[in-house]
């Protein structure tokens, strides 16, 4: 039985409506056929009373609820006296005064049969049991945006660390990569310029710097009967004897006859332009020494060369 009573008061105002719908789209797509084409017409007049009824529909549901319906309301009022204009210029231009009547009153009708069957069906509730259902309506809308808020932060916060992962591999791979081909190039560096590592005597000592005085005296002291180390002027090859003036062998003067040739040579090979890395120094004073029976391990060598480089920049040695 209730069924039926709230059945019966929405027929009519449903009933009405729909007249007013279909009528409103037969005036506005036959008003618009004569400037633009059927399909547009037509389709036109659909969408605007489907606005229409949207706006119709949003009113009574927020009146049900007892909520605001300020903005389906306005868009209502607005869209019945368009429809009406509509209706009533349709019947003129097609000479017929009482449809233009007619169908200027079907959409004001429906209105208000509308308005009626909605205060009729609305709940009526007490202002303080609408601040309560309001107070919590609100209370359930900040509930569910905060939690989307922390389930898009969580979100957020995951996508961030995946990509900091993710970065920091590639990163990690990419120096993993990099120190790979530099050992790579240095063993084929290595290959193609090959270093012979002989055994020597790493604890012969430096030789000191041969001066000009050195040298003079040196050549006028007696050094006779053997073969020279490369032209410097009379300097005993080691496995030769040097005789002194008394007639006594003397090998502390073969060795340091060694250690100054070899000082001589390593001026020699490093006075070029531009001088040579330690790399082809070590090389080339390697060869020669072996060439010319010169002995002296690769510290001596190493340390010649730094005392070479360090008088060529300017520099002093102890």
Known sequence: ?????????????????????????????GILTAT????????????????WLYALAQETAHRRQGTSARLPKVLGWIFLPLTVAVLAVHGV????????????????????????????DTTRISPRAQAAIDRTRATTRDKIAVSRAIARARTDET?????????????????????????????EIIDQHPVTDTVTDRHTALPGLVSDLELEA???????????????????????????????????????????????????????????????????MRSEMNARGLTGGWDTIDALYDRERALAEGGETS
């Open 1 to 29: 039985m209730n069924r039926l009573k709230k059945a019966g008061t929405w027929a009519l105002p449903a009933l009405l409506t729909v007249i007013a719908v279909v009528w409103a789209v037969v005036a506005i797509g």
């Open 36 to 51: 633009a084409h059927p399909v547009l017409a037509y389709g036109t007049a659909v969408l605007y009373d489907a606005v």
């Open 93 to 120: 231009l097609a000479a017929d005064v009482l449809a233009a009547v007619v169908g200027a009153l079907v959409p004001v009708l429906a209105k208000t049969t509308l308005v009626m069957a909605i205060d009729r």
């Open 159 to 187: 996508k961030a660390a995946a990509d900091i992962v993710k970065h920091t591999r590639r990163a990690e791979a990419e120096a993993t990569t990099t120190v790979h081909q530099v050992l790579e190039a240095h063993a």
């Open 218 to 284: 040196l050549l006028a002291g007696g050094v006779t009967g053997m073969e020279t180390a490369g032209g410097t002027g009379g300097l005993a090859l080691p496995g030769t004897v040097s005789v002194t003036r008394d007639g006594h062998a003397s090998a502390e003067a073969a060795r340091e006859a060694n250690n100054k040739a070899v000082a001589m040579l390593a001026a020699e090979l490093y006075a070029t332009d531009p001088p040579p890395s330690k790399r082809r120094f070590r090389e080339a």
